[in-house]
């Protein structure tokens, strides 16, 4: 049991070991990163898009883009939905539960006129 428990700290020792040099060569862990390097800003200023927020109790005005493309969106939806779920079964699955079917519906309709021709006799 001794022995388990050493190698499995002695595991996980060269794992954390090899971890901690994997994120300094990619710069995680201690020491400036990327975007914290001097002559970066602390944050950033502005507004989404350089847009700024409108007035309070204003609404924003849509751009001539937005109604098209939100209509276009909305019925593309609704015709993929609607065509999707309407689409036909088309599966092996299916096609094999019909062709089963089809079977043991002969099967039945042939026993029961072998049935028929025994009570002939």
Not at 55 to 61: L, N, T, V
Not at 67 to 91: E, H, M, Q, R, W
């Amino acid at each position: 049991m001794r022995a388990i428990s050493t190698a499995a700290a002695a595991a996980g020792g060269m794992l954390r070991a090899r971890l901690r040099s994997a994120s300094r060569v990619r710069g995680g862990g201690e020491g400036a990163g990327r975007w914290t390097m001097p002559g970066h800003e602390e944050r950033p200023k502005g507004y989404l898009f350089n847009r700024p927020p409108p007035p309070p109790g204003e609404s924003r005005k849509w751009e001539d883009w937005e109604l098209p493309c939100y209509v276009t969106s909305f019925l593309t939806v609704v015709i993929l939905g609607v065509g999707l779920n309407a689409k036909p079964d088309l599966t092996i699955e299916t096609w094999a539960h019909q062709k089963a079917l089809e079977r043991l519906q002969q099967q039945e309709l042939a026993a029961a006129a072998a049935a028929g021709d025994g009570d002939a006799e």
